[in-house]
DNA sequence: GACCAGGCACATC
DNA sequence: GATGTGCATGGT
């Protein structure tokens, strides 16, 4: 079976199992951006605590945002983890973006090319949360890879162990058609999946994928 | 108590 | 270019 076939099927798999997911849960293009930045290797829950404070003290917004020092803005996100981190990430994404823009709709309503290639310049944003910020904040096309998809993917054969962020992205991107809700829907279903199902040093019971291919050797010997 | 979570930058070899 | 390490909270 062609690998469109496959992946468009273990779409409708996932789908029929946790029905579409809306994503990305947010209250407009900014709390996207700032959430991208702080689920980085983060737990959604945790982030959910850190964007409340930031709401709960009047700082969802650009100048919100600019006004809080360094370590206010720590304080605020601290549920997130790495904290000193994702302060400083933040800061940088929002400088970056008020340095030339008064609004994060004008900013992010660019080429997707355009966009990406520039926010791939500030440091602490990185392909997936670049990615993240163009699909679900700007409402462009792109695909977005996460550790969930990996595994998943490669668990399933659809990739092979050396494939790397830009390669797996390419795949999906050539063979799962270009439509915005699409691309977004399908990333929010491996997260699904791999919340609940496709978790490290385990193997899956249960999970909706589970009669599409499946070869664990790699993982398990 | 170990493991995991919707990464990324930087140091070192 | 490849590999290793620091960053940190909170749930299971």
């Not at 997911?21 to 959910?48: F, H, K, R, S, Y």
């Not at 399908?186 to 199902?197: F, I, M, N």
Request: glycine residues 6%.
């Amino acid at each position: 079976m062609s690998t469109s076939k496959i992946l468009l099927q273990m779409y409708d798999a996932m789908r029929a199992r946790f029905g579409h997911q809306n994503w990305w849960p947010a209250d407009g293009a900014l709390e996207v951006c700032v959430g991208a930045i702080l689920t980085q290797n983060t737990n959604w829950t945790n982030v959910q605590k850190a964007i409340a404070n930031l709401k709960a003290a009047g700082c969802m917004s650009i100048e919100g945002l600019c006004s809080l020092a360094h370590e206010e803005l720590a304080e605020l996100i601290r549920p997130a983890g790495y904290f000193n981190v994702k302060a400083k990430r933040l800061k940088n994404f929002i400088m970056h973006v008020r340095a030339d823009w008064d609004e994060i709709d004008a900013f992010l309503d660019r080429p997707v090319d355009t966009l990406r290639e520039e926010l791939l310049t500030v440091n602490g944003v990185g392909p997936e949360t670049a990615d993240s910020m163009i699909l679900y904040a700007a409402g462009k096309a792109t695909f977005v890879v996460d550790a969930y998809t990996a595994r998943i993917f490669l668990r399933h054969g659809v990739i092979s162990p050396e494939d790397e962020y830009e390669s797996i992205k390419e795949l999906c991107e050539s063979h799962i058609p270009e439509d915005v809700d699409l691309w977004g829907d399908y990333h929010a279903q491996l997260v699904a999946v791999g919340k609940s199902y496709c978790k490290p040093k385990a193997r899956c019971t249960g999970c909706p994928l589970e009669p599409f291919p499946h070869d664990l050797d790699d993982e398990w010997g």
